[in-house]
């Protein structure tokens, strides 16, 4: 489908060009929203070029406005994992949509999700539902605070818990002294508490906690990364948090938004072994409607009000549409274990396939496989943190992002996020995809200006 678009040039002519209708859309959004989007890793512009506007979506394919079909690698960034449009979700958004969309009331469908939860990750005691991941990130540190009665936070550089100020901190060149916002409009004042450490390496962390003895009140971070693209903790890492958590009485929050739910029923948590004190929910657990959680002890989860003194609160937290879908997902998954099997298995059949074409057409790469999250860097380097993530050539991604895409894939707009597999993509789409990447690496390879 073709658009017109009439413009008026500088010099006031009117030019006539033709679109399509992402094109023609992105247009449009520009003259209404900030960037056309409203969440900056839509804009495309780690890969440049235009967008894609989406209308449906089934299982692993999603439609874009101009009837173009795409296996989906994307699934919104994680929720997908049963697929777009998964029946039951639908029908249980349709059938609660009838009994209104919204009470601000307490409903029994807020005890099954509470209930489904604790038994799916069993040391969340007491979880309270809130409608973001970075709601549920923001909460959870004001929480170890109140606890605690401390003030610093310490982060990882390259961890990504949301947009709440405290988490827009960079570590800059004085990463073990003062952190530096890395946004306009975050505060010096909340940058002062907030102390970044490298991702992998245990004495970052000891020193910060060292220096800033009696103060630090909670360690937060991905338990595997998803947001610098995936990287797994390495063997000890997470034992080593648990340990230094416990000597320096901090609370160690783990940001489970994408890995929960996905990694293993029970999370990273529950795929390691190593237990938080709290954990952050978001993604998944509201079946692709806004839905974040954070929970975890009782002891610290007591401290919110009503019971306690630090306050939190939602107007549509617990919303009947969103419990309702976020049900339908997660006891899917809670009754069929045998979807994380072959979850496992089609993510290690497209990891291995993608490893000898990469290998085939002699490309440098690093790739992390932690179940069905997958990325490759395009680097020569071991990625195992944030400075080995960023030696990824991003000329070379976007070459080969596009040419993916012309060939009906549509992967994560960025190299710096990871795949998200999903229970719907078949042997024949993952093998259309290693297909896919056979004719677009040699092609990316020659466009490439050294
Ligand atoms: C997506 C994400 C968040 C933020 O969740 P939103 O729902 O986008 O606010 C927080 N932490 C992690 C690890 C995430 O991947």
Redesign the pocket.
């Known amino acids: 489908m073709c658009y017109n678009l009439v413009l008026k040039t500088q010099d006031s002519r009117l030019i006539t060009m033709l679109l399509n209708k992402s094109e023609y859309l992105f247009k449009q959004a520009q003259q209404f929203i900030p960037g056309g989007v409203n ?1 900056p890793a839509r804009a495309f512009k780690s890969v440049g070029g235009i967008p894609v506007f989406f209308k449906k979506a089934k299982g692993s394919i999603i439609t874009d406005e101009d009837g173009n079909q795409f296996i989906d690698y994307v699934g919104s ?2 929720p997908m994992i049963l697929g777009h449009a998964f029946p039951a979700v639908v029908k249980a958004v349709q059938d609660a949509s009838f009994n209104s969309t919204s009470f601000g009331a307490p409903t029994e469908l807020e005890i099954k999700m509470a209930e489904l939860v604790q038994q799916m990750v069993p040391n969340v005691e007491r979880v309270r539902m809130v409608n ?6 923001m909460s959870a540190i004001r929480v170890a605070r109140g606890y605690t009665g401390k003030e610093k936070i310490i982060k990882f550089e390259g ?5 709440a100020d405290s988490f827009l901190i960079q570590a800059g060149s004085g990463a073990l002294t003062l952190g530096k916002p890395s946004s306009p409009g975050v505060t010096k004042g909340t940058a002062k508490d907030t102390l970044n450490a490298d991702y992998n390496d245990l004495d970052s962390v000891e020193k910060l906690l060292k220096k800033n003895k009696g103060k630090v009140a909670a360690i937060i971070l ?1 338990p595997v990364v ?2 610098m693209g995936c990287i797994p903790p390495l063997p000890g890492f997470l034992e080593g948090l648990r340990k230094l958590c416990d000597e320096h009485e901090a609370v160690l929050i783990f ?5 929960g739910f996905r990694l293993a029923r029970g999370g990273a948590q529950e795929r390691f072994d190593v237990w938080a004190d709290l954990v ?1 929910f ?2 998944i657990i509201g079946g692709g409607l ?1 839905v ?1 959680a954070f929970g975890g002890k009782k002891e610290i989860m007591d401290v919110i009000a009503p019971v306690g003194p630090v306050y939190q609160a939602g107007t549509l937290s617990g919303n009947p549409l969103a419990m309702s879908a976020g049900l339908a997902q997660l006891s899917t998954l809670e009754n069929h274990p045998e979807y994380y099997v072959e979850l496992e298995e089609k993510s290690d059949y497209l990891a291995k396939g993608l490893q000898h074409v990469l290998n085939q057409h002699g490309i440098d790469y690093h790739m992390n496989r932690e179940g069905s999250m997958i990325s490759i860097f395009f680097t020569k380097d071991k990625v195992t943190g944030f400075k080995t993530a960023n030696t990824t050539d991003q000329q070379f991604f976007r070459l080969f992002f596009h040419e993916m895409l012309k060939r009906g894939i549509y992967l994560p707009p960025s190299p710096f996020e990871s795949w998200f597999l999903a229970t719907t993509l078949t042997t024949a789409m993952l093998d259309k995809t290693l297909e896919a990447a056979e004719d677009a690496l040699p092609i990316a390879k020659s466009l490439y200006k050294k």
Not at 255 to 259: A, F, I, L, Q
């Open positions: 969440s960034w994680g973001s991941g970075t709601e549920a990130c961890n990504y818990h949301g947009h991905e998803g947001n940001d489970e938004v994408m890995t952050t978001g993604k806004p974040g």
